[in-house]
């Protein structure tokens, strides 16, 4: 999963991830070891609470709240500072957020040094940056860590990293990191690190770094969004191991892809751009992106299959990912279980990349259709009351909602996120019941007088008896005064 900032609220779900050991933060990695140990990141939570302070939508989810009211209270008298002063300008002015933010902290050596770990250019850290203002940016990061006393933060929450290490260990151990190395039938040549963003509440995202020789250290960088009685992280295997399992597929699947760029570049171009607004919702700006994740969730679908897992929960995560644009997942992995029963013929997955080039170069032909015949099994939203969408003279008060669909749904729960605005203009809801056959839910909403409100109704719950998703759809409205 890459580059992808999902909100959570107290009834949204999100399939998000991760871990960390019993050091409090990261220091260094071993350069020998495949998959460095999960930790917390001293570059990712600084990075995390520079725009936290210059506020940032995105970096200030309160889910780990005794987390995030310990940076408040040690950082608010800080929000002045030059440095903070600077990411506002750098956010409103150059749209530097999310995974610009923590592509910068992975291109840094650990603090106080803060040094780049790779030349600077327009395109490094990241094209958002440009490497004068990059290089401006970290003088004043380095100037920030010392007037913020921000060692004396990482020590007085070394509580937190170290519980949450604890609480994961049974998450991770899950992982089988041997599988990979077997069905790939080789070694990855990349570093890969699993990083827990304390502060990043639903966040979750994928940058890397690449070396001038060529190497690459490959980050998931997952938020922190669950925690147990007493305020602590916690990591429930149902929710994270998904995650785990789709990440360290990237540092084999990556590398193998690059050599055939030219090969799969015609008729990857022409997939992109028949789904380019549901890879551009992900994140994923290009078809070599598009490649590498559309690899990636197939051979997650693998690895449930060869693990055993329920054919209910395979069936889940094909439904899954097809609601996200991958309308061809299944059929991608049936061609990977063709590589399983050819390893004779293909002892690597590199040698099996023609193969996939010869799939995309059909699908470039029929995706159209294919995205097409699954919208049309996809419920649509048809109509709100008592009020429509876009309503700007809505009576504040308590009210209930009526969101009526155009066929039945399964009726087994609810999903929402944040529209426009972020958690500041969610409403406060209760959901009630299904009504109509399924055919439409009753919402308790309380609404403030002389506010706008946005809420995004998604596929993640909403879904027909056979798993069609409700097609995503975004109300917004505002109360009289």
Known sequence: MRSTAIVRTGFIVCLLHLFIVNTCYAQNSDP??????PVAD?????????????????????????????????????????????????????????????????????????EPLVPFSDKIPE?????????????LLRQFYTDADVPSFFDSTAQFSSLAAEAAKNTFSQLDVAWYKKYYGTE????FHVILGLGNGGGNYGPKVVYPDGHEDLYAIMGTWNTDSNGYAKYDPAQYLPTFI?????????????????????????????????????????????????????????????????????????SAQRSRGWYWISELSDLMARYEQQRDQYPNFSGFMPEIASFYDSL???????????LSNCPSVISVEPFTNGATDVTPGTIILKVTFDRPLAGKGYSFNWGKGGGEHFPALKFRSYTDNNTAIQLELKLEPGKDYSMVLTGLSFQTPDGFPLREYELNFSTKK
Not at 364 to 374: D, F, H, L, S, W
């Open 127 to 139: 094209p958002r940056w440009g490497k004068k203002t990059a290089m401006e940016f970290i003088i």
């Open 188 to 191: 990855s040549g990349n570093q």
């Open 364 to 374: 470039a032909g029929v995706v159209n259709t294919m995205k097409e015949n699954y």
């Open 246 to 318: 789709h990440e360290f597929n990237h540092s084999f699947i990556n590398p193998a892809t690059i050599p055939f760029a030219d090969r799969l570049s015609h008729s990857a171009t022409t997939v992109f751009n028949a789904v380019r607004m549901e890879m551009n919702k992900q994140a994923y700006g290009s078809w070599q992106t598009m490649i590498n994740e559309s690899l990636v969730r197939a051979c997650v679908i693998r690895y449930l299959i060869q693990h055993q897992t329920a054919q209910t929960e395979v069936l889940r995560e094909i």
């Open 42 to 114: 001293r570059r990712i939570e600084l990075l995390s609470i520079v725009f936290r302070l210059a506020g940032a939508d995105e970096y200030n989810n309160e889910a780990f709240k005794s987390y995030t009211n310990a940076i408040h209270r040690h950082f608010d008298p800080y929000k002045d500072h030059p440095l903070i002063k600077k990411a506002m300008q750098l956010r409103n002015k150059k749209g530097i957020g999310f995974d610009a933010v923590m592509a910068m902290a992975i291109h840094l050596s650990q603090p106080p040094e803060l």
């Open 32 to 37: 020998k070891t495949l998959l460095s140990p």
